[in-house]
């Protein structure tokens, strides 16, 4: 069963259709990233899912129910991307407030930060107040508050931005954890390397419709362009065929492009036939960053537009 | 509701600790009490001395125009005629008469250096009225003009004391300690409510700017916090207004304290006995006196009537326009002088409450007092200018009032609710009342 089901999600301000339809379902356990093009509609999608808005039309079940933004915020942990935090507040007073607000009882409520400030070396910060804080410490300390009252659907949205790169790994680390626990992570982010190495499935939206949806090795595969790397010593020379095209040339390694409908093992057979030496042969992958920009480059920007 | 009351308890403590609020608890009634006593000085003591130079050529007011008591308009006189030259060297003012027609109004010319104002003007036009007045009865009735005095002290010496109710419900009644008393509550909810109004702006507008809205509403419906805010600040209001209670009686009974005891056993047979005279067996003192009839004065006021319609007015102004100030806060990003122009049409008609509430304490019973009472946008103000004054304000209209200023909060709250709701969460778009309107309007 699916955590998480959105089934033809719409909603429409008066100028911008911001979700257009938008369908697709997360399994538990999960990470799951929510990529686009700013404005194309993820903050507006995930202010659904955390029940801030309602659809206008389409339906989204969580955990086999249909969602219930009263009842179920418990099970929801959301770290917007515009987050903030109140600057004349001790951070320990604060974090509390916070998870009681998630509905926590104090008692609950202060073990559970107690684990956490120990676990990121935060028992210093208490009695502090917001704003001796720097951004990445701030950072921290809203993961934190977001994670604490351990959600089963954590929504991060760009939860890097700002970190340096200890900071990032530390919480990248919690992230995986908190996977492997059976927590299930939506990550919407533009930093296209963070979700290759993290997300296991990932959709694409772009002006309010969804134009990508698959597992990350999925959607490479459904990009790829039949290029291979081939390490081998050769000159140009003996290059001519139509069984491939070469895209880069240098002495010890080739980049080829497979032509018509021929095969990886017609270009080996051809280099052993002319008796070349190949040390390696591997297919190179289109990166997510290449499939995003081949996808959303080249298409018009949102403009503002009427509603009805 | 278990979370609207975790908000209430963030935004009080976060008030109530702060030294600010020791600080304004102690400092507002200050202010207030220095601004009423600014502004009787200012209208008393304003006045410069007024030189009035007199050629009377009827001699019928050589040397019978009195000066006034306080000295501030001082009559000379002079047989010059050179009006110029005397308002430039010696007088504020130059009257010169001629010659008087007894059977039809005379118009006399009075030159000024500047404009005098209207009690100066209005006091020599009675002094000048005054003296013909005498001389007529002089001529008529060969009266002397000190048997006429003498007279007229007499005639004043009935004092008025109105009254209320029968038997042992007669009560007396001061309207000027009424209509003090209205004026300082009124200005009090004037003033309260502009300060808590703003600071509940002020605060939904730190939750946009600082980016925490959008983390507690993931948590909390927007209709909540905003409650939330209202209740917890007005909360702090209230908390201001107890403290200011507490230090009131304090005081009292500390000044109680320094008054010496002989002088309060005379107050105390004063109050046993109120038509006690000064003779040779009883010695009464002015200050004895003067407790006496203050303490009888406030008694005889309705105090339960007034705290609670204070309260009541205070309340229920409060969150009348707390909600819209919460509105405004939602919609406006960082640039304070957005605010500004956003807030200002709804401080004009606190304002407005304000003026007329100067109206409503010297007439509680006019129609503008009336309306001004009843119509919520200035109700809480006005009303607690009429409230004190004895039988000025029926039951049915004090009810009718209290009404409207509940469906009036309720219907301000629900709208405010609607443009908070999507407004908190809106940044970059100018806010504007466009916007405001367009919000209301939208659908769910």
């Known amino acids: 069963m699916n955590l998480l089901e959105l089934q033809n999600i719409k909603k429409y301000f008066a100028t911008q259709k911001a979700v257009d339809d938008i369908s697709f379902e997360i399994a538990p356990g999960s990470i799951f990233g929510l990529l686009g093009p700013n404005g194309a509609g993820k903050t507006t999608l995930l202010r659904m899912i955390t029940g801030i808005f309602y659809p206008d039309s389409g339906i989204i079940n969580l955990n086999g129910k249909k969602f219930d933004p009263t009842n179920d915020v418990g099970t929801i942990g959301y770290m917007p991307e515009e987050r903030g935090l109140y600057k004349k507040m001790k951070i320990g007073e604060q974090a509390l407030y916070l998870a009681r607000l998630k509905g926590l009882s104090r008692a609950d409520a202060m073990d559970k930060l107690k684990y956490w400030f120990e676990k990121f070396e935060m028992q210093s910060w208490w009695n502090?107040?917001?704003?001796?804080?720097?951004?990445?410490?701030?950072?921290?300390?809203?993961f934190v508050t977001t994670i604490l009252h351990e959600p089963k659907?954590?929504?991060l949205d760009e939860p890097f931005s700002g970190l340096d790169p200890v900071n990032a790994n530390i919480i990248k680390d919690e992230i995986f954890n908190l996977a492997k626990k059976g927590c299930t992570i939506i990550f919407s982010t533009h930093r296209m390397e963070q979700v290759e190495e993290i997300c296991d499935h990932i959709i694409l939206v772009n002006k309010g419709k969804k134009i990508l949806d698959g597992t990350v090795g999925e959607i490479k595969h459904q990009f790829k362009e039949n290029i291979y790397q081939v390490n081998v010593a050769?000159?140009?020379?003996?290059?001519?065929?139509?069984?491939f095209e070469v895209i880069k040339h240098s002495p010890q390694q080739l980049e080829i492009k497979l032509q018509h409908d021929s095969t990886t093992n017609d270009v080996l057979k051809f280099f052993i036939d002319q008796n070349l030496m190949i040390h390696s042969f591997t297919e190179i992958l289109p990166s997510i960053n290449d499939i995003f920009i081949k996808l959303v480059e080249g298409i018009p920007a949102r403009q503002f537009q009427k509603i009805n | 509701m278990n979370k609207i009351w975790l908000i209430i308890q963030r935004e009080y403590i976060t008030r109530v600790r702060n030294k600010t609020f020791l600080l304004s608890t102690f400092l507002l009634p200050l202010v207030i009490v220095l601004f009423i006593a600014g502004s009787v000085f200012i209208s008393t003591k304003g006045s410069d001395k007024i030189l009035v130079g007199v050629n009377d050529e009827t001699g019928i007011f050589k040397n019978k125009l009195l000066d006034k008591d306080d000295k501030s308009v001082e009559f000379f006189y002079t047989n010059d005629t050179a009006v110029t030259s005397l308002l430039s060297n010696r007088f504020d003012a130059f009257i010169h008469v001629r010659d008087l027609n007894k059977n039809i109004g005379n118009q006399i010319s009075l030159d000024v250096k500047k404009q005098l104002s209207r009690d100066n003007e209005e006091y020599i036009r009675d002094q000048m009225n005054l003296v013909l007045e005498n001389k007529m009865f002089e001529d008529n009735f060969k009266m002397q003009v000190s048997a006429l005095d003498s007279m007229r002290m007499h005639a004043k010496n009935i004092d008025l004391v109105q009254s209320?109710?029968?038997?042992?419900?007669?009560?007396?009644i001061n309207s000027q300690l009424t209509s003090a008393i209205g004026f300082f509550c009124g200005i009090l909810i004037y003033i309260t409510m502009l300060i808590y109004g703003t600071q509940v702006m002020r605060g939904v507008m730190e939750e946009k700017t600082n980016r925490i809205a959008e983390v507690i509403i993931s948590s909390v419906k927007?209709?909540?916090l905003m409650l939330g805010k209202i209740i917890g600040i007005g909360a702090v209001g209230l908390t201001q207004f107890l403290l200011w209670i507490i230090l009131l009686i304090g005081i009292s009974s500390v000044a109680q304290i320094f008054i010496p005891a002989d002088i309060m056993q005379q107050v105390n047979q004063l109050q046993n006995n109120p038509g006690l005279q000064s003779n040779n067996t009883i010695q009464i003192s002015e200050a004895a006196r003067n407790i006496a009839d203050t303490t009888s004065a406030l008694s005889s006021l309705n105090w339960p009537l007034i705290i609670s319609c204070f309260l009541f007015f205070f309340l229920g102004g409060y969150l009348f326009y707390a909600s819209l100030f919460a509105a405004v806060g939602s919609i406006v990003n960082e640039d304070p002088q957005e605010a500004q122009s956003l807030v200002l049409p709804i401080t004009m008609p606190i304002i407005f409450g304000f003026i007329i509430l100067t109206q409503a304490i010297r007439d509680p019973n006019s129609s503008l007092a009336f309306w001004g009472s009843i119509i919520p946008f200035t109700s809480p103000i006005v009303m607690m200018g009429r409230v004190p004054a004895p039988g000025a304000v029926p039951w049915g209209e004090l009810g009718l009032s209290m009404l409207l200023l509940v469906a009036g909060f309720l219907f301000t709250t629900w709208l405010a609710a609607k443009i908070y709701r999507i407004g908190i969460l809106m940044y970059g778009k100018k806010g504007s009342w466009?916007?405001?309107?367009?919000?209301?309007?939208q659908k769910t």
Request: charged share 30%.
């Open chain 1, 128 to 142: 502090k107040k917001v704003e001796d804080l720097s951004k990445g410490m701030s950072q921290k300390l809203q």
């Open chain 2, 434 to 441: 466009k916007q405001m309107f367009k919000l209301i309007f």
């Open chain 1, 234 to 243: 050769t000159g140009a020379e003996n290059l001519m065929t139509h069984i």
């Open chain 2, 222 to 224: 927007p209709f909540q």
């Open chain 1, 153 to 155: 659907l954590i929504i």
């Open chain 2, 164 to 172: 209320k109710g029968e038997g042992s419900e007669k009560q007396k």
